[in-house]
């Protein structure tokens, strides 16, 4: 044998290793870059969601988060604007049950409680849309839409209904009101 042939051997060694780390950092490269598109892909499409409801136009936000929701199945965010939008388009119900999954996400959150309650308040139940707007004032004392739904009085002239909130986790901004005739 040649007195070479091991060291060849272990140079050859050295090199198949470094080429199965350089290809390990590119598939690692890639997948990073493919969920940060993903990510930047869902805050777009749920921002453009965001904005059709805001113009009143909840059909079509329910279409572009049909696509959404088929990417991201359990996401609060995309979860919360459906069930708005729902809320907006008179289906009642699965309203509710898509606003309940959203609070059993997360608990802590004043506003999907408060559309709870809207909810269960168009539904004609309106203790338990009490129930909801309490527990949003509990959440958030100066919530004014829940305590205005609370307090008895001559009736509102106009209902305000605050926009969608504005992120879960990820730190997204505030929603805004919205105002309904």
């Known amino acids: 044998m040649f007195p070479s042939a091991p060291l060849s051997i272990q140079s050859n060694q050295r090199?198949?290793?470094?080429?199965?780390?350089?290809?390990?950092?590119?598939?690692?490269?890639?997948?990073?870059?493919?969920?940060?598109?993903?990510?930047?892909?869902?805050?777009?499409e749920t921002e453009r969601?965001?904005?059709?409801?805001?113009?009143?136009?909840?059909?079509e936000a329910r279409r572009v988060l049909d696509g959404v929701l088929a990417r991201h199945p359990s996401e609060s965010w995309a979860l919360f604007l459906f069930g708005v939008c729902l809320l907006r388009t008179g289906d009642l119900a699965h309203a509710e049950s898509v606003l309940s999954e959203v609070l059993g996400q997360s608990p802590a959150d004043h506003t999907t409680a408060y559309y709870l309650g809207l909810a269960r308040e168009r539904q004609g139940r309106t203790?338990?849309?009490?129930?909801?707007?309490?527990?949003?004032?509990?959440?958030?004392?100066?919530?004014?839409?829940a305590r205005a739904r609370l307090e008895p009085g001559p009736g509102l002239r106009?209902?305000?209904?605050?926009?969608?909130?504005?992120?879960?986790?990820?730190?997204?901004?505030?929603?805004?009101?919205?105002?309904?005739?």
Request: aromatic fraction near 8%; glycine fraction near 8%.
């Open 158 to 181: 106009r209902r305000i209904e605050p926009g969608p909130k504005a992120g879960s986790a990820a730190g997204r901004g505030r929603g805004r009101a919205r105002v309904l005739g």
């Open 15 to 44: 090199d198949m290793m470094a080429d199965a780390w350089l290809e390990q950092q590119k598939r690692e490269k890639a997948r990073r870059r493919h969920a940060e598109q993903v990510t930047a892909d869902f805050q777009v």
């Open 49 to 59: 969601a965001w904005s059709l409801l805001e113009y009143g136009r909840p059909n």
């Open 127 to 145: 203790a338990a849309a009490h129930e909801m707007y309490q527990r949003a004032l509990d959440l958030k004392p100066d919530f004014k839409e």
